[in-house]
C-alpha cells in the first residue's frame, strides 16, 4: 500500500498532533541535513548551539519634547492674501492657515532607556516534540492538516501522483485562506501607510501655491491636479471654495480659446474672403474675428494702450514724441484725451503738421545755396513751399536775409508766381489787403519798378500805373523820377497833373507822404486837408506822418505819439544846429542876386 503525504500527521485518517510534530522535526531534520545553508536545523532547535539575539541591543535615546505657544496666536489679522483675487485675508478663530502653537522638536537628555530583554528561553521540561505537538493540537484540524501540507511542500517532499489532487486541492484552500488574510490584514496595513503617504504627497504638492497669487497657470495645475478643489481652496485660503478656482480657471480657459478663436476668425475670414469673394468674406470673417477679438482682446488692448502711455504723461512733448503718437495707430481724440492734450486729435495732427513741413523747408533750403545768384529751379523749389502752405513769404525772407519785397519780386520776375497767386499768399496774413496796395508795396520797396508792373498788366500804360501809384500815396514824384533818369521831379509833376492827378496840383487828403516838388520848404503852398475835413497848406519836402501812425507812436495815444515825434524832431535839430527851434525863414533871392 502506497504511503500517501497526509499519513505523515494523520492516524486512521484523523489529524495527530504528535504524528504531525514528530513527522515535522523529522522531516526538517532530513531537509537541513540535506540543505545545510538553509538554517532550518538551528531553526528547530537542532544545531546544538544556543539561540543568539539579533538587531540592535543597545539602549533607547531619551528625548525632551519642546513646544509653546506661538507668537501673535490670537491676532485678529493677518498678512496673508487671496492667492486668486489678491486680496487680503482676516483671521478668525479655526480658519485655515491658525496656528497656535511653535512646530515641535526633541532636545536629547543625554539618558537611554534599559536594553532590550533577551528572548526567553524554551519551556521547560518539555521536548520540541511535545511543545511542537502542544501547538498544533490547539489548531483546528483542518488548518492543522494544511498548514503540515504546505510545510512539507515548501521542503519539496510528494510520495506519488495520486497526491496531485490533494497537493493542488490543499494549495487552492491555501491560496484562497491567505490570500483572504494576506488582503485583509495588507488592505488595512496599505491603508494606514496609504493615507499617511498620500498626506505627505498632498502637502509637498501644496508648497509651491502657498501665500502666493497664483498665475494662470498654477490655476491651472490646481484644477487638474486630481485633488478635491474645496480642499485646495481650504489649505490654501482661496475665498469661495472650489469654486473660486473652477470660475477662476474657466476664466482661463475662455481667454485661450477667445484669443484662439480670434486667429482662426481672422484666418478664416480672410481665407473664406478671398475664396467666396470680399462681401462674404468682410461679413464672415470681419463679423467673427472682430466680434471675438472684441470680447475676448480688450483687456490686453487695454493695458497694451496703458503702457504705450507712459512716456507721453505730464510732459512737454518733443517733436519726435508727437511723431510717435501721429504714427502710432492710436485714435488721435482718444490719445489726445488721454494725455490732455488741448485741441484733441486734430491739434496732435496740427502739430505733426508743422513738425513735417519744418522738416520738408529744411531740406529744401539745405538744397539751396545762399549766393544770391538762384536758379529757375530753386526759384520753383521756394514757390513750391509756399504754394504747399509749408511756409510763407516772410518766412523765406528771414531765411535768406532780404525783406519779403525781394522775395514776392523774385517770384513775380521770374514767373513762378502770378500777381493774383502773390496776392493769395500776401493775403494769409493780412486778409484785406488789394492788389494796388499789394503793387504800391512792391514799388515803394524799390524792388520793383513801375516798367515790370506794367509788364504784369499790359491793359494800362506805365504813366497810368506809375501816376496810379503816386495818386494813393504809395509813390512821391521824387521816388517815380529815380526809376526814369531822363525826366526830373518836375516833369514827372506836370505830367501827372496833366493826367489829372490832383495830390500836387490841387491839394488832396493827407494820408501819410512825402511832398517832393520845386517850391520853397517853408512856402505852404500845397494846399491839402487833414482827414478830409481840416484844410492845411504845405510847402514840398516835408513828410506828413498818417495819424495812425502817430498813434501807435503813442501806444494808442495819439497825443503821446506827437509829444515823441517833436521830442524827436528837438533832438534832431540840437545835433544838427545846437538849438531846438527851427530855423528863421529866409528870402534865398536876397542871396543869390
Known amino acids: 500500500m502506497p504511503v500517501k503525504l497526509s499519513d505523515l500527521w494523520s492516524v486512521g485518517g484523523a489529524f495527530s498532533p504528535t504524528r504531525a510534530a514528530t513527522s515535522a522535526l523529522a522531516g526538517a531534520g532530513i531537509y537541513g541535513l540535506l540543505n545545510p545553508d538553509s538554517g532550518i536545523g538551528e531553526f528547530m532547535g537542532m544545531g546544538g548551539g544556543s539561540s543568539q539575539p539579533t538587531g540592535y541591543m543597545g539602549g533607547i535615546p531619551e528625548y525632551t519634547l519642546n513646544r509653546e505657544l506661538a507668537p501673535n496666536a490670537f491676532a485678529t489679522t493677518t498678512d496673508k492674501v487671496d492667492p486668486v483675487t489678491g486680496a487680503p485675508i482676516s483671521r478668525r478663530p479655526g480658519s485655515m492657515g491658525r496656528q497656535y502653537f511653535t512646530d515641535t522638536t526633541y532636545t536629547p537628555t543625554g539618558n537611554a532607556l534599559a536594553s532590550p530583554v533577551a528572548p526567553a528561553a524554551p519551556t521547560a521540561g518539555l521536548s520540541q516534540t511535545d511543545q511542537l505537538a502542544g ?53 488595512t496595513t496599505g491603508a494606514t501607510t496609504g493615507t499617511q503617504t498620500a498626506a505627505a504627497a498632498y502637502n509637498t504638492f501644496l508648497v509651491p501655491y502657498y501665500n502666493k497669487i497664483l498665475t494662470d497657470a498654477q490655476i491651472t495645475e490646481l484644477v487638474n491636479s486630481g485633488y478635491d478643489l474645496d480642499q485646495l481652496a481650504t489649505s490654501l485660503g482661496i475665498s469661495g471654495g472650489g469654486a473660486g478656482i473652477q470660475n477662476a480657471y474657466t476664466r482661463i480657459k475662455n481667454k485661450i480659446a477667445a484669443d484662439a478663436t480670434a486667429t482662426t476668425g481672422a484666418t478664416t475670414g480672410a481665407t473664406t474672403g478671398a475664396t467666396t469673394g470680399a462681401t462674404t468674406g468682410a461679413t464672415t470673417g470681419a463679423t467673427t474675428g472682430a466680434t471675438t477679438a472684441e470680447t475676448t482682446g480688450t483687456q490686453t488692448a487695454a493695458a497694451a494702450y496703458n503702457t504705450f ?84 513769404i516772410t518766412g523765406v525772407a528771414k531765411q535768406f536775409g532780404v525783406t519779403p519785397e525781394v522775395v514776392a519780386d523774385r517770384l513775380l520776375n521770374t514767373g513762378m508766381m502770378t500777381p493774383d497767386e502773390l496776392l493769395t499768399y500776401y493775403q494769409q496774413a493780412t486778409p484785406d489787403l488789394t492788389m494796388e496796395q499789394l503793387l504800391g508795396r512792391l514799388a515803394n520797396s524799390g524792388e520793383t519798378t513801375v516798367k515790370e508792373i506794367a509788364g504784369m498788366f499790359p491793359e494800362y500804360t506805365e504813366e497810368e500805373i506809375g501816376f496810379e501809384l503816386i495818386n494813393q500815396g ?99 535839430r540840437k545835433d544838427r544846429t545846437g538849438t531846438t527851434k527851427q530855423g528863421r525863414q529866409i528870402d534865398p533871392n536876397n542871396y543869390l542876386v
Do not use: C, W
Open 474 to 572: 504809395y509813390m512821391t514824384p521824387s521816388q517815380l523820377t529815380a526809376q526814369y533818369p531822363d525826366l526830373n521831379t518836375q516833369q514827372i509833376t506836370a505830367m501827372y497833373n496833366k493826367m489829372g492827378g490832383t495830390k500836387f496840383a490841387q491839394g488832396g487828403n493827407v494820408n501819410g507822404y512825402y511832398l517832393g516838388g520845386p517850391t520853397d520848404g517853408m512856402a505852404d503852398q500845397i494846399p491839402a486837408t487833414i482827414n478830409n475835413m481840416e484844410p492845411a497848406k504845405l510847402s514840398d519836402g516835408e513828410f506828413v506822418v498818417p495819424a495812425d501812425v502817430v498813434s501807435h507812436l503813442g501806444n494808442g495815444n495819439s497825443d503821446a505819439g506827437a509829444q515823441n515825434l517833436y521830442s524827436m524832431m528837438d533832438r534832431i
Open 309 to 392: 502711455l507712459v512716456p507721453y504723461y505730464n510732459k512737454i512733448l518733443t517733436d519726435a514724441q508727437i511723431t510717435e503718437l501721429a504714427n502710432s495707430g492710436y485714435d488721435l481724440d482718444q490719445l489726445a484725451t488721454s494725455l490732455g492734450i488741448s485741441g484733441g486729435g486734430a491739434g496732435i495732427q496740427s502739430a505733426y503738421t508743422k513738425i513735417t513741413n519744418k522738416k520738408d523747408v529744411a531740406d529744401a533750403y539745405s538744397a539751396i545755396t545762399v549766393d544770391n545768384e538762384y536758379t529757375a529751379d530753386e526759384y520753383r523749389m521756394v514757390a513750391d513751399l509756399i504754394a504747399s502752405g509749408k511756409t510763407n
Open 135 to 187: 501547538l498544533l493540537g490547539g489548531l483546528p484540524e483542518d488548518v492543522a492538516a494544511q498548514f503540515m501540507q504546505n510545510y512539507f511542500g515548501s521542503m519539496g517532499i510528494n510520495f506519488d501522483a495520486a497526491e496531485t489532487t490533494g497537493a493542488t486541492t490543499g494549495a487552492t484552500t491555501g491560496a484562497t485562506t491567505g490570500a483572504t488574510t494576506g488582503a485583509t490584514t495588507g488592505a
